[in-house]
Antibody, heavy 119, light 107 residues
Framework: QLVQSGGGLVQTGGSLRLSCGASGFRFSSYGMSWVRQAPGKGLEWLSYISRSGTVKFYADSVKGRFTISRDLAKNSLSLQMSSLKADDTAVYYC??????????????WGQGTLVTVSS | EIVLTQSPGTLSLSPGERATLFCRASQGVNSTYLAWYQQRPGQAPRLLIYGASKRATGIPDRFSGSGSGTDFSLTISRLEPEDFAVYCCQHYGSSQWTFGQGTKVEI
């Protein structure tokens, strides 16, 4: 199970931190990602972090503004977002990578949290 | 960058009918990393198919996937009321994860 927290309303240019708590599985054995969905739009992958946390990838749309991290001791995944823009308004999901395919697909999702960026 | 294009945008069918959805990649992709998800309104996506044709845990056998190279499809053999939702394909390659724009299956 993945339970998300954080999110809410933030001003343009502001920062926000999303969290995702994992339970019911060995968190350290899975690569994890963040995915978002703008209102009425499709899914957009944002960032990936490897099992150990040493490898990270980002979509061009958030590179340099968002930082993914994980705390293996707390079974927690985070997304630090800064320099937020109106285009970042979306529901944000954390997602677990399917082990069978090396985290290429996502077999468990958080409930989603809404981030609204407004001036 | 690989682009996934799904068709049709909307599929209007009745319960009990067969649904076939398509996902075309802008270039050949590794089918090992091709997945399909279902998303109901207000819910998180749910993995249906991975490896182009393997059903995820707990997915009914009325869902099936096929394809290779650039062309993939998802078939729902007999639509149940709970199957009316949005479906999207997804691929991984070169450290990037890509989603299609989705197909809505409506009554």
């Amino acid at each position: 199970q993945l339970v998300q927290s954080g999110g809410g309303l933030v001003q343009t240019g502001g920062s926000l931190r999303l969290s995702c708590g994992a339970s019911g599985f060995r968190f350290s054995s899975y690569g994890m990602s963040w995915v978002r969905q703008a209102p009425g739009k499709g899914l957009e992958w944002l960032s990936y972090i490897s099992r150990s946390g040493t490898v990270k990838f980002y979509a061009d749309s958030v590179k340099g503004r968002f930082t993914i991290s994980r705390d293996l001791a707390k079974n927690s995944l985070s997304l630090q977002m800064s320099s937020l823009k109106a285009d970042d308004t979306a529901v944000y999901y954390c997602a677990r990578g399917l082990q069978d395919v090396g985290a290429a697909n996502f077999d468990c999702w958080g409930q989603g949290t809404l981030v609204t960026v407004s001036s | 960058e690989i682009v996934l294009t799904q068709s049709p945008g909307t599929l209007s069918l009745s319960p009990g009918e067969r649904a076939t959805l398509f996902c075309r990649a802008s270039q050949g992709v590794n089918s090992t990393y091709l997945a399909w998800y279902q998303q109901r309104p207000g819910q998180a996506p749910r993995l249906l198919i991975y490896g182009a044709s393997k059903r995820a845990t707990g997915i009914p056998d009325r869902f099936s996937g096929s394809g290779s190279g650039t062309d993939f499809s998802l078939t729902i053999s007999r639509l149940e009321p709970e199957d009316f939702a949005v479906y999207c394909c997804q691929h991984y390659g070169s450290s990037q994860w890509t989603f299609g724009q989705g197909t809505k299956v409506e009554i």
